[in-house]
């Protein structure tokens, strides 16, 4: 999951599953504009539960 040379598309899959997620976005192949995408996304979802 933290293999910087994983294909785009593998890496999305383990993104979209909670049960890899958390390790996947470890991975130093991700753009740090992705990171903020991706951290911008997960704070709305948190506030949407609130």
Avoid: Q, W
């Amino acid at each position: 999951m933290r293999n910087p040379g994983l294909p785009a598309r593998v890496l999305a899959a383990l993104l979209h599953d909670r049960d890899t997620a958390c390790a996947a976005v470890m991975n130093p192949g991700i753009p740090v504009s992705a990171l903020y995408r991706i951290l911008a996304e997960a704070a709305e979802a948190v506030a949407a539960r609130r």
